[in-house]
């Protein structure tokens, strides 16, 4: 069963970087996966894509954090999210997904 975790701080400082990691765990989940994303929710708003790497190590970001936003992926089994000069705004819950795989997401609070 293939299983997703989100692992990181649960408290940044604004101005301050995040790094986020997305551990895969389980089944036979491999790159050649069409797309691996991160998906955030901030608190009382809808989910949020953020970027994905695909199948063939290119990456894609929403355009509205692609300056402040890292995508990359080292094996089949970790995916990492780097964000820097966060913002109060970037308090959510951050998820990481594959296909029809979704981790159970990590809070993230940007707070001084």
């Known amino acids: 069963q293939v299983q997703l975790q989100e692992s990181g701080p649960g408290l940044v400082k604004p101005s301050q970087t995040l790094s986020l990691t997305c551990t895969v765990s389980g089944g036979s989940i491999t790159t050649s996966y069409y797309a691996w994303s991160w998906v955030r929710q901030p608190p009382g708003k809808g989910l949020e894509w953020m970027g994905s790497i695909l199948y063939n190590g290119g990456t894609a970001y929403s355009p509205s954090l692609k300056s402040r936003t890292s995508i990359s992926r080292d094996t089949a089994k970790n995916m990492y999210l780097q964000m820097n000069s966060l913002k109060p705004e970037d308090t959510a819950v951050y998820y990481c997904?594959?296909?029809?795989?979704w981790g159970q997401g990590i809070q993230v609070t940007v707070s001084s």
């Open positions: 997904n594959i296909d029809i795989y």
